[in-house]
């Protein structure tokens, strides 16, 4: 699905990504983790197309997309989210969902200043699929809500859904349950589970170590912009390097 | 978050303009008038870039005198007519409009701002000076308009024409705010990496809205130079483009209707204040000072309350 190559990126003289290979399998959930600092956004960013990569290629499905722009990686499947919540807070949440459909819908200005049939039928078909992915995370009631007045733990959620309305075949999710209380947590890890069903290849960046392990197929560990161990949720656990560099011990309890 | 249908909005106010007339006891009310109609079909324009898309453009004053600059210089020097002269403004601009577009929305905030200003201040300068073309500072005269063999004489006849095509320009930006194009315009002004992450090509969509905001800019310019008979580079002077500003946010940003207000009422004060001499400059200020204060959402949010309440009342 996606393998990555020889990713570096430098900022001024701290090599943030450094020489850093990884490849994740179709239908997987793949997570990364590593302390903090360890260069994990960046290197979600790197094959977002946010930042230029100094070194190394991305390959999708065997094409080279590296330093694609984020939006154009939306039309080869691509989708991610964001560590700090980017959701249009004036706009409704039904509105925000709207806009991960607006991909499909007709931006014809002719259509659009005169509201054609297509513009109207459109609209009626999207709204539809969105109060569904609405349902999901129930929150239909909120539909009509100003994004900026629903809680942190629904807006996580709502970025999500947003990202899965451009029917994605590979979602990158940056710190899905930051800041979110058990609860919320574990809703956002069952949503995760159910829409993607072996059918959304996952990249999953998190700190919450008990949902990685629950969620997660393959976990890469990262340290230092570097790799420094790759395996199942068990192997990981009870590899000693990582153990030492990041995870101590009791984390599991 | 629509407090007022908007096609109801629509048609209250095209029955306030068929109402007005009736109130115009002379042809300077009516000069007034429809220089406010005009503001306001290019203050809608800006305030879908402005409100809508989040980005400023203090050179809107400019853009409009340019556009009535073509349409004057290729009416009165060239002997095209009028609708081809338009015509042609428009296409200029809006090509114009795009390949500027390109670098200068790359910036945002006091930057754009910056960039827009020195435009404008081009544009203007350059009206100033090329004296063969545009007569410089004393400015030109403009041959009267005629459309299809029908040539508007009477100030009724520029109050129509201006009215509807105020309501037009309206009507089409209902439209197309209740649009994906529109929502995507309103998620660029939210999050520019929101949008992103969802596929939208932020950087073709500012371009988009600024050519359109210029064209509307360019069309409203083109019919005032027609209508007043006589252009100048105070058409395209920097405070116009800022009066314009000022409109939008005193009317409303990002509210379509708020522009027709800001523009009415910003066109018609200095007006009505000319008795107070010289105090004028200091009861305009004030009067927009207080309103800022006290409707920080613009003159049209006074509307909000009405519509609520007869919703309810209706439920």
Same mark, same amino acid.
């Given at each position: 699905?996606?393998?990555?190559?020889?990713?570096?990126?430098?900022?001024?003289?701290?090599?943030?990504?450094?020489?850093?290979?990884?490849?994740?399998?179709?239908?997987?959930?793949?997570?990364?983790?590593?302390?903090?600092?360890?260069?994990?956004?960046?290197?979600?960013?790197?094959?977002?197309?946010?930042?230029?990569?100094?070194?190394?290629?991305?390959?999708? /499905?065997? $094409?080279?997309? &590296?330093?694609? @722009?984020?939006?154009? !990686?939306?039309?080869? +499947?691509?989708?991610?989210?964001?560590?700090?919540?980017?959701?249009?807070?004036?706009?409704?949440?039904?509105?925000?969902?709207?806009?991960?459909?607006?991909?499909?819908?007709?931006?014809?200005?002719?259509?659009?200043?005169?509201?054609?049939?297509?513009?109207?039928? /459109?609209? $009626?078909?999207? &709204?539809?699929? @969105?109060?569904?992915? !609405?349902?999901?995370? +129930?929150?239909?009631?909120?539909?009509?809500?100003?994004?900026?007045?629903?809680?942190?733990?629904?807006?996580?959620?709502?970025?999500?859904?947003?990202?899965?309305?451009?029917?994605?075949?590979?979602?990158?999710?940056?710190?899905?349950?930051?800041?979110?209380?058990?609860?919320?947590?574990?809703?956002?890890?069952?949503?995760?589970?159910?829409?993607?069903?072996?059918?959304?290849?996952?990249?999953?960046?998190?700190?919450?170590?008990?949902?990685?392990?629950?969620?997660?197929?393959?976990?890469?560990?990262?340290?230092?912009?570097?790799?420094?161990?790759?395996?199942?949720?068990?192997?990981?656990?009870?590899?000693?390097?990582?153990?030492?560099?990041?995870?101590?011990?009791?984390?599991?309890? | 978050?629509?407090?007022?249908?908007?096609?109801?909005?629509?048609?209250?106010?095209?029955?306030?303009?068929?109402?007005?007339?009736?109130?115009?006891?002379?042809?300077?009310?009516?000069?007034?008038?429809?220089?406010?109609?005009?503001?306001?079909?290019?203050?809608?324009?800006?305030?879908?870039?402005?409100?809508?898309?989040?980005?400023?453009?203090?050179?809107?004053?400019?853009?409009?005198?340019?556009?009535?600059?073509?349409?004057?210089?290729?009416?009165?020097?060239?002997?095209?007519?009028?609708?081809?002269?338009?015509?042609?403004?428009?296409?200029?601009?809006?090509?114009?409009?795009?390949?500027?577009?390109?670098?200068?929305?790359?910036?945002?905030?006091?930057?754009?701002?910056?960039?827009?200003?020195?435009?404008?201040?081009?544009?203007?300068?350059?009206?100033?000076?090329?004296?063969?073309?545009?007569?410089?500072?004393?400015?030109?005269?403009?041959?009267?308009?005629?459309?299809?063999?029908?040539?508007?004489?009477?100030?009724?006849?520029?109050?129509?024409?201006?009215?509807?095509?105020?309501?037009?320009?309206?009507?089409?930006?209902?439209?197309?705010?209740?649009?994906?194009?529109?929502?995507?315009?309103?998620?660029?002004?939210?999050?520019?990496?929101?949008?992103?992450?969802?596929?939208?090509?932020?950087?073709?969509?500012?371009?988009?809205?600024?050519?359109?905001?210029?064209?509307?800019?360019?069309?409203?310019?083109?019919?005032?130079?027609?209508?007043?008979?006589?252009?100048?580079?105070?058409?395209?002077?920097?405070?116009?483009?800022?009066?314009?500003?000022?409109?939008?946010?005193?009317?409303?940003?990002?509210?379509?209707?708020?522009?027709?207000?800001?523009?009415?009422?910003?066109?018609?004060?200095?007006?009505?204040?000319?008795?107070?001499?010289?105090?004028?400059?200091?009861?305009?200020?004030?009067?927009?000072?207080?309103?800022?204060?006290?409707?920080?959402?613009?003159?049209?949010?006074?509307?909000?309350?009405?519509?609520?309440?007869?919703?309810?009342?209706?439920?």
């Amino acid at each position: 699905m996606l393998k990555a190559e020889n990713l570096t990126k430098r900022f001024g003289g701290v090599t943030a990504v450094d020489d850093f290979s990884f490849r994740v399998k179709k239908g997987t959930i793949h997570a990364i983790i590593g302390p903090n600092g360890a260069g994990k956004t960046t290197l979600v960013n790197m094959l977002t197309g946010v930042y230029r990569c100094d070194e190394g290629t991305v390959w999708l /499905d065997g $094409a080279d997309v &590296t330093n694609t @722009a984020t939006d154009q !990686l939306v039309y080869r +499947g691509v989708c991610r989210t964001f560590q700090h919540l980017e959701v249009c807070g004036n706009m409704t949440a039904l509105e925000n969902i709207l806009l991960g459909f607006d991909r499909y819908m007709s931006k014809n200005l002719i259509q659009v200043c005169f509201r054609s049939k297509r513009i109207r039928e /459109d609209e $009626a078909r999207y &709204t539809q699929r @969105a109060m569904h992915l !609405l349902s999901l995370i +129930g929150i239909e009631q909120h539909a009509h809500t100003l994004a900026k007045n629903l809680s942190y733990g629904i807006l996580k959620k709502l970025e999500i859904i947003r990202a899965l309305a451009t029917s994605p075949s590979l979602i990158l999710l940056d710190e899905p349950v930051a800041g979110l209380n058990p609860k919320e947590t574990a809703e956002v890890a069952d949503l995760i589970r159910t829409v993607t069903k072996d059918e959304v290849t996952v990249i999953l960046i998190e700190h919450d170590m008990r949902m990685v392990m629950e969620l997660s197929d393959h976990i890469t560990v990262m340290n230092f912009g570097k790799r420094l161990a790759e395996g199942t949720p068990q192997e990981i656990k009870a590899n000693p390097e990582v153990i030492r560099a990041y995870l101590g011990s009791g984390s599991f309890e | 978050m629509k407090h007022i249908n908007p096609s109801k909005s629509l048609l209250f106010l095209a029955v306030i303009l068929a109402i007005i007339p009736y109130f115009m006891s002379n042809d300077f009310y009516y000069e007034i008038a429809i220089v406010a109609l005009f503001n306001a079909m290019i203050v809608v324009g800006l305030n879908l870039l402005m409100g809508y898309a989040g980005q400023i453009s203090l050179a809107h004053g400019a853009f409009a005198g340019l556009g009535g600059y073509i349409s004057a210089v290729l009416v009165s020097n060239y002997g095209l007519p009028p609708l081809v002269a338009i015509a042609v403004a428009l296409v200029f601009m809006a090509i114009f409009a795009y390949i500027i577009s390109k670098p200068i929305l790359k910036l945002s905030g006091h930057y754009l701002a910056m960039a827009t200003l020195g435009i404008g201040i081009i544009i203007n300068i350059i009206l100033d000076s090329e004296e063969e073309l545009t007569g410089g500072a004393d400015g030109m005269s403009v041959e009267s308009l005629v459309l299809f063999g029908w040539e508007p004489s009477q100030s009724w006849h520029w109050y129509l024409l201006a009215s509807l095509l105020l309501l037009l320009t309206l009507w089409l930006m209902e439209n197309l705010i209740d649009s994906p194009l529109g929502r995507i315009l309103r998620s660029i002004h939210d999050s520019e990496k929101a949008s992103g992450s969802v596929g939208v090509d932020v950087s073709h969509y500012k371009s988009i809205v600024f050519v359109i905001s210029v064209t509307i800019a360019t069309v409203a310019g083109s019919l005032y130079a027609f209508f007043s008979g006589f252009i100048s580079p105070q058409e395209a002077s920097f405070n116009h483009s800022i009066e314009l500003v000022v409109m939008v946010v005193l009317g409303g940003m990002g509210r379509l209707y708020g522009a027709v207000i800001g523009a009415a009422i910003l066109t018609a004060l200095p007006q009505l204040l000319t008795s107070f001499e010289e105090y004028q400059t200091l009861i305009y200020g004030a009067i927009i000072i207080v309103i800022m204060i006290f409707m920080p959402k613009g003159v049209v949010s006074l509307f909000d309350g009405i519509g609520k309440r007869s919703r309810d009342a209706q439920s």
